[in-house]
């Protein structure tokens, strides 16, 4: 079992789905940046692209998401509109270059949108980019999805969907304002398997408002019985202040810390047990599971769409809020819909926010990054010799260890990863006067 130990699990971290991360993103950091990164792809160079889409059918009470109701027709006409300029503004932009592997539909809900829709987004991405067969994928709200979902899917070539579960228990799903049955996500996952779609992921959640332990294991349980090939469980984060639709969870319900602690620990113990492979602190796959071969081998990657085997070295964002990453530069659309319409419309690029990295930064987010996917870090003899006085405490519990000078997160430890790797960050941490920028 993990150890618990509540006054590291206290102090607030990042979930360093980039590093720097989207707090240090500032505005004197935008499209000349993401123009002239584009600019420096080479004709080879691996790419991934991420559409946005920010509406769903019904909005959940728990989501952090930038997402907004798809009712009015008009407004999702114009962004659908927007977002089809985007895709031919950075494709001429990229001439021809760099080479489309995957192509990641997320929200929000894509499924928001018709059918019909998502086939023009796609056929219009694989004319424009250098696209020949990417592997396609996409995030479905249950609740929305049809069996003509289903045949779209299998037509346009999709490999891999992932479903938004997060409970099974029905006074959770009442308390977090997400109705949907058992037999339904049976129904989802049986259509998508006829079709030929096999690769199914599931978000599941602890920490949820009423949620027992007994809950989460009914859950988990349901959950190895369907046998997704990859399950992420995320610890719901309460930020009523920052996400005003969270105000209607009864906060009162919550479970404490370390309820939410041992909700982790059973749902780590309980897929592995099952056979599940862990991926970084919160995914599992499937032995078979592309994900899983990359854990084996060390090339697990980190990224805003989490824990991921994908490791082209550029990932363009597109739609409203989408992050772009180049090795030494992150940048981020406009958030709002209306005023990412406005400036695609105008024929412009609409990233509006980021951080370039330098040879410091890159090499701290290398850093974290290997300890977040891989609970490992190679670092030289004077970062070793800079680490290992801070990371003192972290080494007597038992938490990591040294390889010479490799550092190693224990399994014990892997609760406490993101505070590890929060040492290594420049701002948060306490190796910030350390120079490890030895490239």
Not at 81 to 95: D, F, M, T, Y
Not at 296 to 307: A, C, H, I, S
């Amino acid at each position: 079992m993990w150890s618990y130990h509540p006054d590291l699990l206290a102090k607030p971290v990042p979930r360093y789905t980039s590093y720097p991360t989207a707090m240090e993103f500032a505005e004197d950091v935008g499209a000349g940046a993401y123009l002239d990164a584009l600019d420096r792809v080479e004709a080879a160079t691996p790419v991934s692209i991420y559409v946005h889409i920010p509406f769903c059918d019904q909005i959940c009470w728990y989501c952090g998401c930038n997402t907004g109701a798809a009712g009015r027709k008009q407004r999702l006409a114009d962004y659908l509109a927007a977002l089809q300029s985007e895709i031919a503004i950075v494709a001429k932009r990229l001439g021809g270059r760099g080479r489309v592997r995957r192509i990641a539909f997320g929200g929000g809900s894509p499924n928001a949108i018709a059918p019909v829709e998502l086939v023009r987004l796609l056929d219009l991405a694989q004319t424009l980019f250098d696209a020949h067969h990417p592997e396609i994928s996409i995030e479905l709200d249950p609740r929305g999805f049809s069996s003509e979902w289903a045949l779209v899917l299998a037509a346009v070539r999709v490999g891999r969907v992932s479903l938004g579960v997060q409970a099974f228990a029905p006074h959770i799903q009442q308390a977090i304002g997400r109705i949907q049955p058992l037999s339904h996500i049976e129904r989802v996952v049986a259509s998508l398997r006829l079709r030929g779609i096999d690769a199914i992921n599931f978000d599941l959640m602890y920490g949820l408002p009423g949620q027992a332990l007994a809950d989460l294991e009914a859950t988990l349980d349901e959950t190895i019985r369907l046998a997704p090939s990859r399950i992420a469980l995320f610890g719901y984060a309460h930020l009523p202040d920052m996400i005003p639709r969270q105000r209607r969870i009864d906060a009162s319900d919550l479970p404490d810390m370390k309820r939410r602690f041992e909700q982790a620990d059973l749902g780590y113990r309980r897929l592995t047990e099952a056979g599940y492979v862990p991926v970084g602190f919160d995914h599992f796959a499937l032995p078979r599971d592309p994900l899983a071969i990359a854990a084996d081998e060390g090339r697990v990657n980190r990224n805003f769409q989490g824990f991921t085997e994908d490791d082209a070295p550029v990932l363009i964002g597109l739609g409203a809020s989408a992050v772009s990453l180049f090795p030494d530069l992150i940048v981020q659309n406009e958030k709002k819909a209306g005023h990412y319409r406005d400036i695609v419309m105008e024929g412009r690029v609409a990233s509006v926010r980021g951080v370039r990295r330098n040879a410091d930064q890159q090499r701290r987010a290398r850093h974290i990054s290997d300890l977040l996917c891989n609970h490992r870090a190679h670092l030289d003899a004077s970062e070793r010799a800079a680490a290992q006085g801070v990371l003192i405490e972290y080494e007597k519990r038992g938490l990591i260890e040294w390889e010479g000078t490799d550092l190693v997160i224990c399994n014990r430890g892997l609760p406490y990863a993101r505070h590890v790797a929060a040492e290594f960050d420049r701002i948060r941490g306490r190796l910030a006067s350390a120079t490890i920028a030895n490239l």
